[in-house]
Structures are given as C-alpha cells and as structure tokens.
C-alpha cells in the first residue's frame, strides 16, 4: 500500500472515530469518576468504566494496531488516531490502563503463542483487569532488589513476599509479576509470571488511602501462592528484560493498545473554562493578561509534546531508543503538575474548597487534581531517576556518585 492510500486510511478511520465518538458519547456516571484509572475506588465506577472500554473494543478503538489473532483489529498505526481522537472528545478514560499499556505489549514481545491467545483479548477488552506487581518496601526506584520468591516445584512456581503501592489490585484478575528465582544474581536471578489474583489462593489484597483520600492503591501479600509455570512468560533469569519491556511501554515508548481521556488538549480546555468562570478583583481571570499569557504557555507546552509524540514515531529522529519516552515521561508529568498548580493559583482562595463542596470551582477539581500530580511524578519511575537516567545513558553525562 502506498504512503498516499496509508494516509487517506488514517484519514478515514480518524473521521470514523469522531463521529462514532460524537454519536456514543457514555451517559453521565452514576457516581463521580477519578482523575485517573488509577483511583477507580468503587463497583459502580469500575461496572461503568468496564462497560466503556467494551464498547470502544468492539468499534475498533481499543487494540486497533494488535493482529486479529489475539483479539486486535489488526490495523496497524491506527491506534495513535484512536487514542488522539479519543483524548480530544474528553471521554472517560479506559479503566484497564495496566492491562493496556504494559500486560499487552509485553506478552506480545515475550508471550509463547498460547499466552498471548489466552491473555491479550481480556486485556482489550477489559473483561480482565491487571495489575503490576513490581514495587515491594524495599523495591522502587531500585527495582532489581526484588525479595518477593518463586521457587519451582515440579510444573509450578510457590511464590512469597509483599508487593507495594499495587494501583488497581482490588480489582484485578491478573497481575505482571517480578520475582525472585535465585539469590546469586541481583538482575540474572529475576522470573517474571503472569499471576492470578483474584480469588487466587494466598493472595491478600489490602487496599492502602492516598493523600487525595482516595484509594486505589493496595498492598498485595502472596503466602505459598501456587502459579503454574504455563504462566511464566520468558525464560527463567529473563524476568529483568522483560520488565524493562513493561517500563517503555509503561513511560509511553509505544502507542500500547489504547487510552482515553485526560490529554494535553483536554486540559488546556479546562484551565480555559475556569478562567472563564473566574473572577477576580472585579475582573475575569480569562480578561487577566497574566493568567492568558499563563494558560498560553503550558498550551506551548501542549503542544511541544504532542510534537514529541509525532517525533517517537520517526526512527530518524530517534537517536536512542529511551529518550523519547523517558523525555515524555518526565516533561508529561511535569506539564500535568504545572497545569494542576495554575488551576489552583486561578481558583484562588476558592482552591480550599474540596470535591464534596458545591461552591467547590468545577467541582473541586483543581485541588484533587494537585494533590494527585505528584502521583505521576513518582509513579513509572520517579522523575529524579528519569533525570538521571537521561543524563547518564542517553546524553553520556559523568555518572553521579
Ligand atoms: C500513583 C502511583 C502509582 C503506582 N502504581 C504502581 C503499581 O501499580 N505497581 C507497582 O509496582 N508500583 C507502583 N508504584 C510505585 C512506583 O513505581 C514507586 O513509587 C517508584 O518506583 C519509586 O519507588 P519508591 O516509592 O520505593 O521510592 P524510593 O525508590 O525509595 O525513592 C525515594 C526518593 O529517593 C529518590 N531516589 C532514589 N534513588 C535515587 C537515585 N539513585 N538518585 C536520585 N534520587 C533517588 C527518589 O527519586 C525518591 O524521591 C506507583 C507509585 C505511584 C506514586
């Protein structure tokens, strides 16, 4: 197929999802959504944001780019579209973000046949919600001092230890799972399992409350936990690379197998709204030149990393393989960070006014919304690590002591 013919397909399948997006746009949630999948608290939310991402699936929005084998569509490069166009109409988001953005790309580079048939399609569609069980109280920014066990009986792995900080546990069915397989190599001697966890025998799943009061974040115990060693994906001693697979996924080195909601665009709209609605000193804060050359610099911003993003997919101008997705990694949770802190200074003394609070400005959005950035800034890697990782590896800087 020519790059012509290529494009008027991308054409076409962008103009599908916005009319199919303009035409299924969900009823209102029963009760108030999250900020971010990661803080889905209750039945009715999941039950609602389940439902959601099915119907995407089932138009061709969620696993466009994955082969029709395992349950994709099969269209390669449109899930980009998807997902662009997805994050423009400021739709809920897809609830199965683990499932999407790190379960599915890693099974599909390191999956046997069987396992990617067996797992993929729960993950696109989100019957199957999943989990990852890589941070442990003595495992996050150095991940490869795992002390979670796994250890071979016969056709089955007898895992024990204690994950951390698991978003989504309390709901998960499976988990991506970092172990340890033997002591005598801190990186060579980690396994990684694709684990049952709900109902699964020795597995307890402690939920644990954020600042933002919320929860979503859960400790998950594993005691003589039985996992067959169908599920290992990869071989033994193998599990390092494979996690590093789930990392670049996870800092978002590929399109993964579908999002929604909460992009650049959408935030800007907001911060437009409140200024709109905003007043101050006897004048609207949109009419305020400080706060629109405020708002104009993070829409620069906005816009830098929807560039970058076009950039990722130009292997000329990828000089290393990291950079870009630990760059949007970094400046994406920066820029979600600054966005939050201009919503509160724009809201004024209004921002003490918490969600439950009807004079609370857009619900009381913008403190939640604060709180909840620094969340992104450690999570996937802490930016101090990003930085580091940045100036060591990929600009060859001295390494620091
Ligand atoms: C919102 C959120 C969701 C998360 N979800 C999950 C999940 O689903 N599954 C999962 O497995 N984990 C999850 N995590 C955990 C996350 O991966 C870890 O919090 C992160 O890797 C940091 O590890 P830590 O919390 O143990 O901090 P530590 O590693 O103890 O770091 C503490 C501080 O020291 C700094 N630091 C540490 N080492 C260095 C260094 N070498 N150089 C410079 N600074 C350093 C860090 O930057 C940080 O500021 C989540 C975290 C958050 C915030």
Same mark, same amino acid.
């Given at each position: ?304 990393? !929807? ?33 939050? !802190? ?16 009807? !004079? ?42």
């Amino acid at each position: 197929m020519s790059s012509a013919d290529l494009s008027l397909e991308h054409h076409e399948f962008g103009e599908y999802v916005r009319r199919w997006l303009a035409e299924n746009a969900p009823p209102p949630p029963p009760e108030r959504l999250p900020i971010t999948p990661i803080e889905v608290m209750t039945i009715g939310q999941r039950d609602y944001l389940q439902a959601w991402q099915r119907k995407c699936y089932d138009a061709g929005l969620v696993g466009a780019d994955y082969p029709k084998d395992y349950g994709g569509h099969g269209n390669i490069g449109f899930q980009r579209i998807a997902n662009q166009e997805m994050n423009r109409a400021g739709v809920p988001f897809l609830i199965n973000i683990v499932g999407l953005s790190m379960a599915a790309p890693t099974i599909l580079q390191h999956g046997t046949e069987e396992q990617k048939r067996k797992f993929i399609p729960g993950c696109l569609s989100g019957e199957e919600i999943w989990c990852q069980g890589f941070s442990e109280p003595g495992a996050g920014s150095d991940l490869a001092n795992q002390r979670t066990s796994a250890v071979r009986l016969g056709d089955e792995w007898i895992v024990n230890g204690h994950k951390v900080w698991t978003s989504l546990g309390h709901f998960a069915k499976w988990m991506i799972l970092v172990t340890r397989t033997s002591k005598d190599d801190k990186y060579n001697g980690l396994t990684y399992f694709l684990c049952p966890i709900e109902g699964h025998p020795g597995v307890t799943v402690r939920p644990l409350v954020k600042i933002t009061g919320e929860t979503g974040f859960n400790e998950v115990f594993f005691q003589d936990v039985r996992i067959p060693d169908a599920y290992r994906l990869d071989d033994v001693g193998k599990g390092w690379a494979v996690a590093m697979t789930t990392l670049l996924a996870e800092r978002g080195a590929s399109e993964g197998a579908g999002s929604g909601g909460g992009g650049g665009e959408s935030a800007i709209r907001d911060l437009i709204a409140l200024a709109r609605g905003t007043w101050r000193n006897g004048l609207l804060a949109a009419d305020d030149p400080v706060t629109r050359d405020a708002i104009m610099k993070r829409a620069i911003v906005a816009e830098g990393l !929807r560039q970058n993003a076009k950039r990722a997919r130009v292997p000329a101008l990828c000089d290393h393989p990291m950079r870009l997705p630990l760059q949007q990694k970094l400046t994406g949770s920066e820029f979600q960070q600054d966005n939050a !802190r201009l919503g509160v200074e724009i809201a004024g003394a209004h921002s003490t006014l918490y969600k439950r609070d009807p !004079r609370a400005p857009q619900a009381g959005h913008w403190p939640l919304a604060f709180l909840n950035s620094y969340g992104n800034t450690i999570a996937a890697g802490t930016n101090e690590i990003q930085r580091n990782i940045l100036g060591e590896r990929v600009l060859g800087l001295p390494k620091s002591k």
